[in-house]
């Protein structure tokens, strides 16, 4: 299995222009942005996965809203 750091990953021209771009308005360097980006999808993704495990867990125990309830709950935040 390859080490990470020896890791090469190939992109489209069109999606390579656009991570240069991104990169370019942010002042950073490009394999340091496409590092930041990496990093940050694995955070959030572990965060979402972890929060769908709980949810499950939850409707195992019978723990959950009806449909009026969370409609209403998302209405007051939209308003707040």
């Known amino acids: ?15 390579e222009a656009k991570i240069n771009r991104a990169a370019a308005d942010l002042g950073h360097g490009t394999e340091d942005y496409v590092r930041e980006l990496v990093e940050r999808y694995i955070d959030d993704d572990t965060r979402f996965r972890s929060a769908v495990r709980k949810g ?25």
């Open 1 to 15: 299995m390859p080490r990470l750091a020896d890791m090469e990953v190939r992109f489209s021209p069109e999606l």
């Open 56 to 80: 499950f867990a939850s409707l195992d125990r019978g723990e959950f809203i009806d449909e009026a309830e969370m409609n209403a709950r998302v209405e007051r935040m939209l308003r707040s």
